[in-house]
Every structure is written in structure tokens, then in C-alpha cells.
């Protein structure tokens, strides 16, 4: 059994970790609100508060490690500077508990949503979102996103029984639309999660009405912003394609470190003691203005974008196509039994009596495909390719910007 502690003693524990939110804003989510979907012993802990309990079950997930080689903008870069995905989840997590700790909030449950906005992020960034989008719908009249695919991965295949506010907080993070005013919307039960999350896959437009249910999840969405909208030029300038001069002029700053900062303080003013996050109509301007920006000089940039529609996109299809078929033909010598259906470094998770997922419908095996290949990494994508479709052209087109390139190259 371990050690335990005595009655007593989780008594003075449980005492310490009340006074722990006893300075929290009225306006913040307790830990006594939490509400998970399943009843477990494991969730009832006498070291860590119940949104605590969330965030180790994120970072112990074992698909959170597979950020740490996902693109996040650049592609194809053998520079171990350049921004991933699982340091961008660890940067909104900094940059919104900084700021939660001022307002007042639950920095656990900030944290827990933060770091498992994209865990369900595709390979090759929002590019290889799209393209997963296109091929699952073409075959099942459904719609990928990856902030619904954070909630599957951590709902319904790890099966992690996470917090109704956490999953809300995830589901409805995207950072694509900014508002100068962020006001929760309440969502009480998990009927009402699975109906909204059912809703992101029949109707393409839900994903711009979303709106997190705490203070906490509003924080987290802008911070999703603010976590990239510097850190994409600078990254930019590290593998020069474009140096900070090369932007118009912005109230908000050009370097990263001002670009927080700014916005920080601007949150900071407007929204201490309110019941919802805002800014001020000239940094919502600014901001919106600095992500047009970032969209026509980085993310559209031939440069950048090219590969993704000549190589990467005829890769993918090739592999749905491929794995299609071999879930359809139960080929377990396949890629996607060996390396995820059947898995053990995935817990089990398909074979374990009580957490199984069966895919057993036409549908479903749309479903394992685009779990799988949802689940990649972008050095695995392009290796399992090169395994299956050795002899294709595509594999020619695929170059890496190696680290002695100039590219790369700091001299």
C-alpha cells in the first residue's frame, strides 16, 4: 500500500490547502466547484487541490510528451531554438498565471487548461490541422479541430476523468478570435459539455461562438494569444525570414518581452476586480492589427507555407488513406496497431477492460485514423511515410534546414 497519512493528519492537510483559496477573487472557480464525470479514489487528494490533481494528470498524459516535437509555426528546422508546441502550452500557462496570481484566480485550474489546450494538435501546426480537417470530413461529413481533439484525447481515449472547468477551459481556448471583453458562460453539467463538443463537429462555425465557463478559461484564450503573437517573429527572425523592422509600427512594441508586457499591463487595468477579462479598444486594435501582420509576413509566407500544400498535404492523404484501409482490414502488422491502437506505451488504453475504446463502425475507423495521426509527431509522420511509401517522390520534396545551414547558421 505505500505510505499513507492518519486521519488526523489529512485533516490539518485539508485545512492548509482551504487556506490556500481563501484569497481568491469572489469572481474565481474553487476547488470545491469542481466536478468530474466518473467518481475516484485518485482524484481525492490530500496534497493537491482538485484542478492540482488535473494538471499532473495532463503532464503525466502520455500524449502531452509528444509536443515536445510539433511544430508550432516552423517546419522542417533543425534548431532546437525555434518554438515547439508543448513550449507554447508552457508559455500560456507563465504568462496566465502571472497574470491570474494579480486577479485573483485559480492558478491551478489556469494552469491544468494551459497546458492541455493542444495537446490534441496535429503535426506540422495548423497547416496539418487543416489538412487532417479536409480529409476527415471528405470522409465522414464531420469536422477536426484541435481544441475538440484536446477534449477527445483527454475525455474519451486516456479516459483522465479531468474537471468539468478544466475541459470546458480547453474546449473552448482558441485564440483565433479576440474580443475586447471576455465574460464567462456557465456550463454546469457534462450533458451540456458532450452536446457542445458534439455541436464543434457538425457545424463548422460553432468554434467562433465558444466562450470558456470561468474567469480562469477567458484568461487562458487571450493568453493563447499573447504567448505567440511575439514569440511566431521572433522565431521568424531566428531563422531569418523576416527581422523585427520589417513589421509596420504598433503601440503594443516590437520585441516579445514588450509585447506582453504591455498587453499584461492593459489586461491588468481593465479587468481587476471585474467579473470578466478585457482590454482597452486600442490594444484590441493593436493586437488584432499585429496578427494580420504575422498572417501576411509569416504564416501565408511562400516560404514557409509551400511545403505544406506540395509535400505535406499528399503525404497525409496517402497515409489516411493507407491506415483507412488497414483498420478496415484489422492489418495488425499496420503502423497504426503496432505504434498506437496496441500501443503499451499508451497505458493500454484500447485493451484495458474498463478504460477500452473500441472502434468497430465505418465511422469509427475514421476516428482511429485521425487519432493516430493526430497523435504524431512531426519527425514520426515524416518517418512512418518514408517506411510505407519509400519508392514515392513525395519523400525527395520533404528537406530539413539542417543545423550548418544558413539558415540556421548564427554566424
Known amino acids: 500500500m505505500g505510505y499513507q497519512f492518519t486521519s488526523e493528519e489529512i485533516l490539518i492537510l485539508n485545512g492548509i490547502k482551504e487556506k490556500w483559496e481563501e484569497g481568491l477573487s469572489e469572481n474565481a472557480c474553487k476547488s ?57 502550452m508552457q508559455l500560456v500557462s507563465r504568462i496566465a498565471r502571472n497574470l491570474g496570481r494579480i486577479l485573483g484566480l485559480n492558478l491551478d485550474l489556469i494552469e491544468a487548461i494551459a497546458i492541455g489546450h493542444d495537446v490534441g494538435h496535429t503535426p506540422f501546426g495548423h497547416k496539418g490541422e487543416d489538412f487532417l480537417n479536409e480529409l476527415y470530413h471528405q470522409n465522414t461529413g464531420r469536422y477536426f479541430h484541435h481544441n475538440v481533439h484536446s477534449v477527445r484525447v483527454l475525455q474519451k481515449i486516456t479516459r483522465s476523468n ?14 483565433e478570435d479576440e474580443f475586447e471583453k471576455y465574460v464567462p458562460r456557465p456550463m454546469d453539467t457534462f450533458d451540456e459539455l458532450n452536446q457542445l463538443v458534439e455541436k464543434c463537429y457538425t457545424l463548422p462555425e460553432i468554434k467562433h461562438l465558444l466562450r470558456p465557463s470561468t474567469l480562469e478559461g477567458c484568461l487562458v484564450r487571450i493568453c493563447d494569444i499573447i504567448a505567440y503573437i511575439g514569440k511566431d517573429r521572433q522565431d521568424a527572425r531566428k531563422v531569418r525570414l523576416l527581422d523585427l523592422d520589417d513589421y509596420p509600427e504598433n503601440i503594443l512594441g516590437t520585441k516579445n518581452a514588450d509585447i506582453i ?140 534546414i539542417e543545423y550548418f545551414d544558413r539558415r540556421n547558421d548564427e554566424g
Open 32 to 88: 470545491e466547484d469542481a466536478r468530474r464525470e466518473f467518481d475516484s479514489i485518485h482524484d481525492d487528494d490530500a496534497l493537491r487541490t482538485a484542478f492540482a490533481v488535473d494538471v499532473d494528470k495532463i503532464i503525466n498524459n502520455p500524449l502531452y510528451n509528444r509536443g515536445t516535437d510539433k511544430t508550432q509555426v516552423f517546419s522542417l528546422y533543425r534548431n532546437d531554438d525555434i518554438t515547439r508546441r508543448s513550449l507554447h
Open 162 to 175: 479531468l474537471a468539468l472547468q478544466t475541459l470546458n477551459g480547453i474546449l473552448c481556448h482558441c485564440g
Open 261 to 400: 508586457n504591455n498587453i499584461q499591463i492593459d489586461i491588468i487595468k481593465h479587468s481587476l476586480g471585474q467579473p470578466y477579462i478585457a482590454m482597452s479598444p486600442q490594444t484590441l486594435a493593436a493586437l488584432r492589427s499585429m496578427r494580420k501582420d504575422n498572417n501576411e509576413s509569416i504564416y501565408q509566407n511562400p516560404e514557409i507555407a509551400d511545403v505544406y500544400f506540395e509535400v505535406i498535404q499528399p503525404m497525409m492523404e496517402r497515409l489516411y488513406g493507407r491506415f483507412l484501409q488497414d483498420v478496415r482490414d484489422k492489418n495488425h502488422a499496420s503502423p497504426i496497431f503496432q505504434h498506437y491502437l496496441n500501443n503499451r506505451i499508451l497505458g493500454d488504453i484500447y485493451r484495458h477492460p474498463e478504460k477500452r475504446y473500441v472502434y468497430e463502425t465505418e465511422s469509427n475507423y475514421n476516428d482511429a485514423v485521425a487519432d493516430f495521426i493526430a497523435s504524431m509527431t512531426d519527425d514520426y509522420f515524416v518517418d512512418v511515410f518514408r517506411h510505407l511509401f519509400a519508392d514515392s517522390p513525395l519523400n525527395a520534396g520533404l528537406k530539413y
